[in-house]
């Protein structure tokens, strides 16, 4: 198998620019707005100044105003503008837009696309995914799905908890996964509906208090009460929700990736210049072995973040589904971030714990991603599942 890993001349140029946009223009923002949540009009103002840049929306295809990157050309720049935690909003490439527009590019009806994906790829309204539910409900194990949608003159009626919804506070739509055929533990029955926020069957319960607070809308408890939504409301094919939710899940799982690699890249850059900076013992703190040990797992741990990114979007741009793949790529790098934003910490010493450098932001805003897009046990299980099935095949 040839896999060719370098971007084309196109991609490396939007990639460069992207780098010089978020060190010249999200940087001095991120650092003049120490509070974590950015307000809406510094939104607006980081998102126009995208778009004068030319890096907006890389990942929405050109007639609905994007660059129409392939998932490589997206590793390339989205780990660019991850450099800052603000750069993905700035671009409009931010969870959980970025992969609601993916999904809405793929499976949307072409009167959908134009109420809701036109104004998102615009910047123009934020959107929210709501899959999750309080125990016993859906998880993990997303076949748990205990929100239902029956059937009602003209169009459906929704009720149901869901809980951890991000960006919920202030999106103009939900895409809302409900149970319309089956019972909970059964693994298909599932629709998507897109909810308009001023329906009145669906209300925000909550916002929940978590330990990563940069993701704008933070992470609320929705409750669906006999939440009406017309036919026209169903995305995709009824009873098709998870089929389609894959549309969703595989590549959204890697934009994440990417995304949190730059954030592993400025931990790692900050803990270099400080190695080359302060002296104790004698010598500069990077002529220890010990930090040098450090320094070139954290190198390790971003190469081979990138190479697993790389592997899996070559294969998501094939058409295939990359299930083994980015499930391997996902866990690897959900855990590498960590270990690379901890070491980087931990070589600048009582300053990695200070807000005079952002690396314990960092850490708080990396710590959920081994949660969510499935939990690291859980690809664990699914990933030697399927290595046991395949053996198991190529045995008989
Ligand atoms: C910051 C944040 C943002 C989120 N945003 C969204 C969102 O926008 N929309 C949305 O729908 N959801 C969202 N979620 C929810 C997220 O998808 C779920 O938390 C995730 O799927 C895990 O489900 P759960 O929390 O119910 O954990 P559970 O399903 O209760 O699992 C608990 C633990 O069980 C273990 N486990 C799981 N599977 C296995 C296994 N096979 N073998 C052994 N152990 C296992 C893992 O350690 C796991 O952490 C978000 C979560 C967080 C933390």
């Known amino acids: 198998m040839v896999v060719d890993l370098a971007p084309e001349p196109a991609v490396a140029d939007l990639a460069e620019r992207t780098a ?5 223009v999200v ?23 995208a778009r004068k ?23 390339a720049v989205f780990e660019e503008a991850g450099y ?19 999904l809405l590019e793929a499976v949307a009806s072409g009167p959908q696309k134009e109420r809701y994906l036109r ?3 615009a910047g123009e309204i934020r959107s929210c995914f709501a ?18 949608a029956e059937r009602v003159d003209g169009g459906w009626r929704i009720n149901g908890r869901k809980w ?3 960006g919920g506070d202030g999106a103009a739509v939900t895409i809302c996964m409900a149970r319309t055929s089956g019972s909970p533990g059964d693994a298909g029955g599932a629709t998507m509906f897109l909810v308009d926020a001023d329906n009145p069957g669906m209300k925000t319960v909550r916002h929940i208090e978590t330990l990563d607070q940069s993701l704008f809308g933070g992470h609320v408890e929705l409750l669906f009460e006999d939440c009406e939504v017309p036919d026209d409301a169903v995305l995709g094919q009824v009873d098709a929700g998870f089929r389609n939710a894959q549309v969703r899940l595989g590549p959204a799982r890697m934009t994440h990736c990417m995304r949190w690699l730059g954030i592993a890249r400025h931990a790692n850059d900050i803990a270099i210049r400080r190695a080359n900076e302060r002296e104790l013992f004698g010598s500069r703190l990077g002529e220890l072995g010990m930090v040098q040990q450090m320094i070139a797992d954290n190198e390790i741990d971003i190469a081979a973040s990138r190479g697993l990114i790389l592997r899996a979007c070559w294969e998501l741009d094939q058409g295939r589904s990359a299930a083994q793949a980015t499930s391997i790529g996902k866990t690897f790098c959900a855990e590498a971030v960590w270990r690379v934003v901890d070491r980087s910490l931990q070589i600048c010493g009582a300053l990695g714990v200070s807000g005079d450098v952002p690396l314990s932001r960092f850490l708080r805003e990396v710590r959920p991603f081994r949660i969510y897009d499935g939990p690291s046990e859980t690809h664990r299980w699914a990933i030697a599942r399927r290595a046991i099935r395949q053996h198991a095949a190529a045995a008989r």
């Not at 940087?27 to 100044?49: K, M």
């Open 53 to 75: 840049a030319g890096v907006f929306a890389p990942h929405v295809s050109t007639g609905y105003g994007g660059h129409g990157l392939d998932m490589r050309g997206r590793a």
């Open 164 to 166: 951890f919804i991000t």
């Open 119 to 121: 104004p998102l790829a």
């Open 27 to 49: 940087l001095p923002v991120e650092e003049r707005h120490r509070d974590p949540v950015p307000s809406e009009a510094v939104r607006r103002e980081l998102q126009d100044a």
């Open 131 to 148: 899959m999750t539910e309080p125990a016993p409900g859906a998880g993990s194990d997303p076949s748990a799905l205990a929100t239902r």
């Open 84 to 102: 800052a935690l603000l750069g993905p909003l700035a671009l409009n490439i931010a969870a959980p837009d970025e992969g609601n527009m993916h």
């Open 20 to 24: 010089r946009f978020v060190r010249d």
